[in-house]
Every structure is written in C-alpha cells, then in structure tokens.
C-alpha cells in the first residue's frame, strides 16, 4: 500500500485544549552543544522497572559510553546506565533528582580524555531479532518522551498482541518545549533510518510519523529523507491539529488511525506501537555508531531564563555548573522549577537536579507565568469532564478519592488517567486534581501489592 506524502488532511481527537504554546522562545533555534562538564552527577536508577545497582566505586576510571550500573539480575524490565563522561568516580551517594526523591547517584569527575567505550556498531538487517533487541537492552535506551519505558521492551510485544501500525510521535504538545523538532530538523536522516531498524526488529510494514500541524515546515525534510531511504510505500506522515495532549499515545493512536486504546489497556491492545522521535534518533545512533544513551537533547525556557535555548547535554549535568555565557538565570525572578513540560512536568524545589534521560524540558518560570492559588470545593461545573480527552469523569475519581473509596474512583476511570492535567488547568476550583489522582494510583498499587503478598 503506497502513502500520500503530499495531500493530507488535518485530524485531531476530541476534547482536549487550545493552550498557548509559549515555544516562541526557542522555536526554529538550532541545538547547542553543552561545554563539557566538570563533574556529572548520574542516577543509576532512570527507567521503569527493576532496580539497578553501581558497578564502580570511588576512584574508579571510566570512559564516556562504559557501563557503570546494571540490575543484580538483568531481565526483561532493566536497562543499564552508562557514563557520559570520561573521569574519575569521586562517589556513589544518594542524591536529589527530578521525582523529589532522593537516589542513588554515580558523581564522575571529568578527566578531559574524552576516551570512550562504545559498542561496535551493529547492521539490523544482518543481525537475529534476539541480538537487535540485546543491542537496545545494552545501550540502556528508554522511551525520552517522558516515562523511561525500556525501548528493548517496548519492540517485543507478546505474540497475542499483533502490531500492523507503527507511530513516531513527533508532536510535542506540551508548551514551551521544541526539542523534538530541533531533532526532525538536524536529524532527519538518523530519525528515518531509527524508523527502519524499529520497523525491522518489529516486523511491522506500516509507519505513520505524526507532527502537530505547526511544524509543518518539516514535512519537506521528512520527505526526503524516507525517498533516500526506499520507504515511500511503507512510511507516511500524519498531520494533526495542535491540540494537547495530542501527543499523547492514546491521543495520537485515534487522531492517526481511527482506532481506540481500550479501557486498562495499552497502545499494543489496538495494534499500534508509539515511540518518541528522539528516542528512534538514539535507536540509530545505537545500531550505525555503537553509542548508548549518555546524551539528552531537552528545551530549557521561561521568563527567568536569560538564555532560552535548545540543548544537548551529557546526562547527570546540572544547569548551574554550565557556564553563564551558555545558561544564565535570573535567581531574581525564578519563582517555579519545573522538570518536564507546564502540564505533565514536576515542580522541583532546586536548580541542582541532574539531567537524566527522560528529562525533556527545564522551564525557569516566573511569577507571571504561574499561580500558586487556594483550593475551593467543588462547584460541579463539568468542566474537566467536557476536557478530559479520556472521557473519564475526574470530579467522580476525586470525590471517590477524598472518601477514601478506591474501588469508585476505579469505576470512575483512575487507572485510565494519563495524568494531562487538562482537568487541572480548566478547575475554576484549583483543585489538584493530577496530584490527587497519582497519590491515589500510589495507593491502589500498594493495595494490590499487599494483596498478591498475602
């Protein structure tokens, strides 16, 4: 089946908001390369799923790309951590990251070598499906959207779960952040050819590249880049409205193909696999150049930002140990942190958090660009029902929640939340509701893990 690549329509997914997309900032800016840092800060936990721990100790040598912590027992759900610089391990200590948690952290001091130890690239298409999927697992690649989902895992759905659509979200709804078109736009080669090898190892012949119709500038470069590759006939692009959360998987999957993630289940359940465009980018560069995940392209913005750009850092780097000809902020004016994007990010109390893989944005906000106001009951207006692009019903999740009654707040689509915070932004109320419906999943979790125990 042959794809139009010129006369597409605008779709989009019912519900959702019309934001404003504060990307003027750094929108069409080129992305800048990070000075080396001084000293890297790497948390050795950065994916969903098993827990790792430190391969090295104080006063070890590593070079940039060696692998510096694993899980006891490496299985299905773990991924490893490289390091992103060539130093010496000055410690292994716990230290603050973007969750507001403290973890445990590998601190590496640069050496100024730049020695790395990379894997030997690797050909796709001449290698079995268990090895292109082992190379995923070693490169330590996680989903950079957002949620640090192993990749590895993410390409090996169950065989009763049959994929014929392949999603690369470029959407990027969230404002402020414009990291995923830097990436379509300097990359466009390393995207198509991550598209191909992802497509490969899957099995699937069908691909969709979504962008939001503000970036659709691109589609020339795109075009190009997948007539060089041979995949006019298997590789199509998706325009759809700017609308968040548009890239959201669930969003993105009906606005492109029509189908319908059903109630508890995942994009694998309508036949459809979503991965984010930079993360295809580090699936290239894993296969042609051998190099794990030890870079991170991410957005910084907002009002107390002095220097809003687009940048690639080494993960672990801290935006005060940058130069302040690179990244100068206005302390003055900084009133929120946020790590991530204004919707779905999480406000942190300091700058000295270290960049990890999932971090696709830091926003410098300013009093004018926040509010920090009281809560008020709820007036049953409907608002965040008539928002919510899930269809659920927040105000019943909340009331179940404020009552103690999980088992409602289940009924009325808790575990179906994909955390928006649409809901959040349309309260006349101000009422946290994202925040309160985490704690809950928290809890719920904690109840059935209580109950397989016993």
């Known amino acids: 089946m042959r794809f139009s690549q010129t006369s597409m329509k605008v779709s989009s997914f019912k519900r959702g908001l019309k934001l404003p997309t504060r990307k003027h900032a750094t929108e069409g800016k080129p992305v800048e390369l990070v000075p080396q840092p001084k000293t890297v800060v790497i948390p050795i936990n950065q994916h969903f799923g098993a827990p790792?721990?430190?391969?090295?100790?104080?006063?070890?040598?590593?070079?940039?790309?060696?692998?510096?912590?694993?899980?006891?027992?490496?299985?299905?759900?773990?991924?490893?951590?490289?390091?992103?610089?060539?130093?010496?391990?000055?410690?292994?200590?716990?230290?603050?990251?973007?969750?507001?948690?403290?973890?445990?952290?590998?601190?590496?001091?640069?050496?100024?070598?730049?020695?790395?130890?990379?894997?030997?690239p690797l050909d796709v298409f001449a290698c079995s499906r268990e090895e292109a999927l082992a190379r995923l697992r070693e490169a330590g690649l996680t989903g950079m959207g957002g949620a640090g989902f192993p990749t590895h895992v993410k390409l090996s759905p169950p065989l009763n779960k049959p994929?014929?659509?392949?999603?690369?979200?470029?959407?990027?709804?969230?404002?402020?952040?414009?990291?995923?078109?830097?990436?379509?736009?300097?990359?466009?080669d390393l995207l198509i050819k991550g598209l191909a090898i992802a497509m490969k190892i899957t099995g699937v012949k069908r691909s969709i590249i979504g962008m939001e119709d503000n970036k659709q500038r691109l589609i020339p470069l795109l075009e190009q880049e997948i007539?060089?590759?041979?995949?006019?006939?298997?590789?199509?692009?998706?325009?759809?409205?700017?609308?968040?959360?548009?890239?959201?998987?669930?969003?993105?999957?009906?606005?492109?193909?029509?189908?319908?993630?059903?109630?508890?289940?995942?994009?694998?359940?309508?036949?459809?696999?979503?991965?984010?465009?930079?993360?295809?980018?580090?699936?290239?560069?894993?296969?042609?150049?051998?190099?794990?995940?030890?870079?991170?392209?991410?957005?910084?913005?907002?009002?107390?930002?002095?220097?809003?750009?687009?940048?690639?850092?080494?993960?672990?780097?801290?935006?005060?140990?940058?130069?302040?000809?690179?990244?100068d902020i206005d302390y003055s004016r900084l009133k929120k942190i946020l790590f991530g994007g204004p919707m779905m990010g999480t406000a942190v109390s300091t700058v000295m958090i270290p960049i990890q893989k999932n971090t696709s944005g830091i926003i410098l906000m300013t009093q004018e660009e926040?509010?920090?106001?009281?809560?008020?009951?709820?007036?049953?207006?409907?608002?965040?029902?008539?928002?919510c692009p899930c269809?659920?019903?927040?105000a019943l999740m909340n009331i179940g929640l404020e009552a103690?009654?999980?088992?409602?707040?289940?009924?009325?689509?808790?575990?179906?939340?994909?955390?928006?915070?649409?809901?959040?932004?349309?309260?006349?109320?101000?009422?946290?509701?994202?925040?309160?419906?985490?704690?809950?999943?928290?809890?719920?979790?904690a109840r059935q893990a209580a109950a397989k125990k016993a």
Not at 261 to 284: E, K, R, Y
Not at 376 to 384: A, K, M
Not at 413 to 439: H, N, W
Request: glycine fraction near 10%; hydrophobic fraction near 35%.
């Open 52 to 120: 790792n721990r430190s391969l090295v100790k104080p006063g070890d040598t590593v070079k940039r790309g060696q692998k510096i912590a694993e899980a006891i027992n490496p299985g299905l759900m773990t991924v490893p951590v490289h390091a992103s610089i060539s130093g010496v391990v000055k410690k292994v200590e716990p230290r603050l990251q973007s969750n507001n948690n403290d973890g445990l952290c590998v601190i590496i001091e640069n050496n100024e070598t730049n020695e790395t130890a990379f894997m030997p």
């Open 163 to 188: 994929i014929d659509v392949f999603i690369a979200d470029g959407a990027e709804c969230e404002p402020y952040l414009t990291t995923d078109e830097a990436v379509i736009t300097e990359k466009p």
């Open 227 to 327: 007539r060089l590759a041979g995949l006019t006939d298997s590789v199509a692009i998706g325009l759809c409205k700017t609308r968040y959360p548009q890239g959201g998987e669930k969003m993105l999957i009906t606005t492109l193909t029509g189908r319908e993630v059903p109630s508890g289940g995942l994009p694998m359940d309508a036949g459809c696999i979503v991965q984010n465009v930079g993360t295809l980018v580090a699936i290239a560069e894993a296969f042609i150049q051998g190099k794990p995940l030890i870079d991170r392209d991410l957005t910084v913005s907002g009002g107390a930002c002095k220097l809003p750009k687009n940048i690639r850092a080494p993960i672990g780097s801290m935006l005060p140990d940058m130069p302040k000809e690179f990244m």
């Open 370 to 387: 926040t509010y920090i106001d009281r809560e008020s009951p709820c007036i049953r207006c409907g608002r965040c029902l008539r928002n």
């Open 391 to 394: 269809h659920l019903s927040p």
């Open 404 to 445: 103690g009654d999980l088992d409602e707040a289940l009924r009325a689509g808790l575990m179906d939340c994909i955390e928006c915070g649409s809901c959040t932004y349309m309260c006349p109320a101000r009422i946290k509701l994202v925040q309160r419906f985490r704690v809950g999943k928290q809890r719920l979790r």
